[in-house]
């Protein structure tokens, strides 16, 4: 799972850590896909693309807007690696909070973002009866997009 955090021209930007489970497996193959369903609005989108990383510039900028607790924790999370007992975390965020306490609270070098840059979009709006409209956008080669009406 994955907090998107912007969508733009460019694509689709999630941050993680880099150390974690997905980051090496986006690294081993640089594509992924989301889907992202609205029940209460019956609506749903479905991404895929390549992954790129985005720049430090932009990861920093992020970083530096989310809170401080958040920024921290960024430190002291080892994301998906194993826990040695139900308090690591909370000696690790005890810890770093005394060392950014004389620090400056910068970005971890292993904490930065991702995003997905759509070579296919799709679009489904939930109708009666299981008529639902589905709409696939594919990249072209001349960086247009195609449309294909598809049956639910």
Not at 42 to 56: K, P
Not at 66 to 76: C, K
Not at 100 to 129: D, Q, T, Y
Request: proline share 6%.
């Amino acid at each position: 799972m994955v907090l998107l955090k912007e969508v733009s021209v460019g694509g689709f930007v999630f941050y993680t850590n880099l150390n974690s489970a997905k980051a090496a497996d986006l690294k081993a193959n640089p594509q992924a896909a989301f889907c992202q369903h609205w029940m209460p609005l019956e609506r749903q989108i479905r991404v895929q693309g390549r992954v790129e990383a985005v720049s430090d510039g932009e990861a920093d900028a992020y970083f530096n807007s989310r809170d401080r607790m958040s920024r921290i924790g960024a430190w002291a999370s080892h994301q998906s690696s194993v826990m040695p007992d139900a308090w690591a975390l909370e000696k690790n965020v005890a810890k770093e909070t005394a060392r950014f306490a004389v620090e400056p609270l910068v970005r971890p070098p292993h904490w930065s973002g991702f995003r997905i840059v759509p070579s296919v979009i799709e679009f489904w709006i939930a109708k009666p009866f299981r008529l639902h409209d589905r709409v696939r956008f594919q990249r072209t080669a001349e960086n247009g997009w195609q449309a294909e009406r598809l049956f639910p």
